[in-house]
């Protein structure tokens, strides 16, 4: 069974700044995908960004960034600029290839951005 | 665009009360999932379908049904509300096609046992 862990429950970071959220996982599969969504207070769940296991080069969404290490089965979540509007519960997420149905989650990280 | 659409968006029940949580999606998606949030837990996933007439059992299935009639509607019963059914509760819809690959979540439902 796949587990992915999230080893920081709280994080801070002063507006502008840059942090970067920590998330490993343990399959045995080959082919899979990587997600960060952002849950903000209203409750919503946000895709920040997704990585296919297959690709070598890490993805990128404007002030969003992975640094994906396939071998390690490490995968965080780079956060630069950070701005209020940054502030939710992150989660790390795996779903193997050929199991979109199966979303395996991290227990999050909940991040204040302070002015 | 509706997306994913959940409802109802809070619910108070008695416990040994039954209900049902309604979800339903216009994205023509194979894949549905139902999830629980619970502090600290992250999301656990409780059942899931894969087409209409076919679901299975997620991480955490006791105390819940499901049937997939169509495609679009994916209904979660409760039949005898306990307590511990306390939690947030978050209908997803899915689809895997390479770089576009992404679940979609309704807005969820706060649910509270007494």
């Known amino acids: 069974a796949q587990t992915v862990t999230q080893s920081q429950p709280e994080m801070s970071v002063q507006e502008a700044e840059t942090v970067t959220l920590s998330c490993t996982y343990d399959?045995?599969?080959?082919?899979?995908?990587l997600f960060w969504y952002k849950q903000p207070p209203s409750r919503q769940m946000i895709l920040v960004i997704r990585?296919?296991?297959?690709?070598?080069q890490n993805a990128t969404e404007n002030r969003f960034s992975v640094n994906f290490q396939k071998a390690a089965k490490s995968f965080s979540l780079k956060i630069s600029d950070s701005q209020l509007g940054d502030t939710a519960m992150y989660f790390c997420?795996?779903?193997?290839?050929?199991?979109?149905?199966?979303?395996?989650f991290g227990k999050g990280t909940k991040l204040t951005v302070n002015p | 665009n509706a997306g994913v659409t959940q409802t109802p968006k809070f619910q108070v029940l008695k416990t040994g009360q039954s209900m049902t949580l309604q979800c339903a999606q216009d994205?023509?998606?194979?894949?549905m999932s139902w999830y629980r949030q619970d502090p600290g837990m992250g999301l656990r996933l409780i059942h899931y379908?894969?087409?209409?007439?076919?679901?299975d059992q997620g991480e955490v299935p006791n105390g819940y049904n499901v049937s997939r009639s169509t495609t679009e509607d994916f209904p979660l019963r409760l039949l005898s509300a306990a307590p511990s059914q306390t939690s947030v509760y978050f209908c997803?819809?899915?689809?895997?096609?390479?770089?576009?690959?992404?679940?979609?979540f309704g807005q969820g439902t706060r649910l509270t046992v007494v």
């Open positions: 997803a819809s899915s689809y895997e096609e390479g770089r576009d690959t992404e679940a979609f």
């Open positions: 399959t045995s599969e080959s082919n899979y995908y």
């Open positions: 994205m023509n998606h194979e894949y």
């Open positions: 997420a795996f779903m193997f290839q050929g199991g979109s149905e199966k979303l395996v």
């Open positions: 379908s894969v087409g209409a007439g076919i679901t």
């Open positions: 990585q296919e296991a297959y690709k070598q």
